[in-house]
């Protein structure tokens, strides 16, 4: 069963900096691309990162690029998302999903992904 869970949320700062974990099961990392999204309050979810499959070449949505890194660790299954320089605006719920399409800096899940896990909180606020 193809289980994705998202982690390392938390109450941040401005300015500072928190890393997502996305600890995947049922499938081998090395043969598909992952994505992180995320979901604001009241605003329909928005792809922010993905990572493709050979690991090598990444995308970012245009506010997070130079602020946010998306990584992978094959061997613990886990793909990361690095933020940095934290603004208010970037409090959403964070979620990863397989196989996005990753066009340029538009990143969108597949047409009729349904397998969203709870995801994880991030909140930035003075």
């Known amino acids: 069963q193809v289980q994705l869970v998202e982690s390392g949320g938390g109450l941040v700062q401005p300015g500072g900096s928190l890393r997502l974990s996305c600890t995947t099961s049922?499938?081998?990392?090395?043969?598909?691309?992952i994505g992180w999204f995320r979901q604001a309050p009241g605003e329909e979810r928005e792809g922010v990162s993905c990572?493709?499959?050979?690991?090598?070449?990444?995308h970012y949505e245009g506010s997070v690029k130079d602020r946010f890194t998306i990584s992978r660790d094959t061997a613990k299954n886990t793909v990361y998302l690095q933020m940095n320089s934290l603004k208010p605006e970037d409090t959403a719920v964070y979620y990863c999903?397989?196989?996005?399409?990753?066009?340029?800096?538009?990143?969108?899940?597949?047409?009729?992904?349904?397998?969203w896990g709870q995801g994880t909180q991030v909140t930035v606020s003075s």
């Open positions: 049922g499938f081998t990392l090395n043969n598909y691309a």
């Open positions: 990572i493709d499959v050979s690991g090598r070449r990444t």
């Open positions: 999903a397989t196989e996005p399409i990753c066009m340029g800096s538009r990143i969108v899940p597949q047409p009729g992904y349904d397998n």
